[in-house]
């Protein structure tokens, strides 16, 4: 062929980091058959939907079967019930919404790579370490990405102290993926005002809200003026065990405005020409996760992650291991022992220990010497887990 290629991707590395690490396993697998391997590597839920929300599935199943009660291609933004959900879910967080701020998604990672259509040649600033899709989806178009780098200084949560004042649109993940660090309402402040003074726009990635208990921000327009200069995407993949049946949400506030241009108006274009919306039975499941009554069944879920973090935060605790995360989090960020790299304290790990756990410097280089641990695993084997890491480290 001779047609032209869409060459920005050329400029994205390959992420091996999963592969390495199977194959990393696998290799381990074939000299050490009888090893028992405990996986807290795990980046996706493991337990099942709650019941509420199934029933509603299939409810809504059985009425795209009838005549009387099916239905066809859905509304672009989401169906007006469950966007009402979404107003009345931020309501009890004390966040006011209106309806048409809010777009129904088939989950996060769609809309943070899609947000990119709207926007145009600016400057990209993203945290290092960090979840990949925000800066692969910037490279993807040709945008120009520096890095804002999280240390332990900082306790892996960079803040716009340094930055110039000009515009620029900031990615900011609380509570972050891979670091488990969560921004204080003090330290959102600071974004906000940075982000007020320069003209930039913030794009707030709250996958992870459900699991704060600390009183931090559980969104970003519990910061006065947020609505001026962020832009929210959530999901419901880890909150409540979607990540299988696929439905997240987009805050575009009507207050986010570009001269006499609006934000929500070029979103709202973008989902009418490329998305033809996230199906009936998912939507009638996310309006019941969101209600009350599924918010306190999804907590027993999150309580046995919740666990976990607990267990292995207690053990790090006691040992004196520098981490991050854990409190407000499903991941817990540690500092590699005796100064090793990411690689090879997974190495080690696998060795004496038959624990896979991911390297950190597979989110970015500021993550070399650290190293991710989860809670997704059972609180059975995440016990084992606690024990091995007791005798070893
Ligand atoms: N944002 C972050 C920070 C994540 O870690 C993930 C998934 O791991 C996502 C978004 C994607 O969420 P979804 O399953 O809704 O696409």
Not at 82 to 95: A, I
Not at 293 to 306: C, H, M, T
């Given at each position: 062929m001779k047609i032209k290629i869409n060459e920005n991707f050329k400029n994205i590395k390959e992420n091996y980091l999963f592969s390495d690490i199977n194959k990393r396993v696998k290799a381990y697998k074939s000299t050490h058959p009888d090893a028992d391997i405990i996986r807290l590597g795990i980046g996706d839920v493991t337990l099942p939907l709650p019941k509420i929300v199934v029933?509603?599935?299939?409810?809504?199943?059985?009425e795209m079967g009838a005549k009387e009660t099916f239905k066809g291609y859905p509304p672009e933004y989401g169906y007006d019930f469950?966007?009402?959900?979404?107003?009345?879910?931020?309501?009890?967080?004390?966040?006011t919404l209106d309806l048409e701020d809010v777009f129904i998604s088939d989950g996060a990672k769609s809309d943070i790579g899609n947000i990119v259509d709207i926007l145009g040649d600016n400057d990209i600033y993203i945290p290092n370490p960090v979840y990949p899709v925000y800066v692969d989806s910037n490279l993807m178009s040709g945008r120009k990405v520096y890095y804002i780098e999280g240390n332990e200084k900082n306790k892996f949560l960079p803040m716009p102290d340094g930055l110039d004042c000009k515009p620029k649109v900031i990615y900011l993940c609380s509570p972050n993926n891979p670091t488990g660090a969560t921004y204080s309402y003090d330290e959102l402040v600071k974004w906000v005002e940075y982000a007020y003074e320069s003209g930039s726009l913030i794009i707030f990635d709250s996958a992870y809200e459900a699991f704060i208990t600390d009183g931090s921000?559980?969104?970003?327009?519990?910061?006065?003026?947020?609505?001026?200069?962020?832009i929210e995407i959530s999901s419901l993949s880890k909150m409540a065990g979607f990540t299988g049946i696929r439905c997240g949400f987009t805050i575009i506030p009507k207050e986010?405005?570009?001269?006499?241009?609006?934000?929500?108006?070029?979103?709202?274009?973008?989902?009418?020409?490329?998305?033809?919306?996230?199906?009936?039975?998912?939507?009638?499941?996310?309006?019941?996760?969101?209600?009350?009554?599924?918010?306190?069944?999804?907590?027993?879920?999150?309580?046995?992650?919740?666990?976990?973090?607990?267990?292995?935060?207690?053990?790090f605790d006691k040992k004196g291991i520098w981490y991050s995360g854990?409190?407000?989090s499903p991941y817990i960020w540690m500092r590699c022992p005796?100064?090793?790299?990411?690689?090879?304290?997974?190495?080690?790990?696998?060795?004496?220990?038959?624990?896979?756990?991911?390297?950190?410097?597979?989110?970015?280089?500021?993550?070399?010497?650290y190293f991710r641990l989860t809670s997704f695993a059972s609180n059975e084997d995440t016990k084992k887990a606690v024990e091995r890491l007791n005798k070893l480290l």
């Open positions: 029933d509603e599935m299939a409810k809504a199943s059985i469950l966007r009402e959900m979404v107003v009345d879910y931020y309501k009890r967080n004390k966040v921000p559980r969104s970003i327009y519990q910061i006065p003026m947020a609505k001026h200069v962020a986010l405005t570009v001269g006499d241009t609006s934000i929500n108006a070029l979103w709202k274009r973008r989902c009418a020409t490329k998305f033809n919306g996230v199906s009936y039975p998912v939507q009638r499941a996310a309006y019941v996760a969101l209600s009350p009554e599924g918010v306190e069944e999804s907590k027993k879920n999150l309580a046995i992650y919740k666990k976990n973090t607990e267990m292995l935060c207690e053990l854990g409190k407000n005796n100064g090793m790299k990411s690689f090879e304290f997974f190495d080690y790990l696998l060795d004496k220990a038959n624990i896979v756990g991911t390297p950190g410097v597979g989110f970015g280089e500021c993550g070399e010497g």
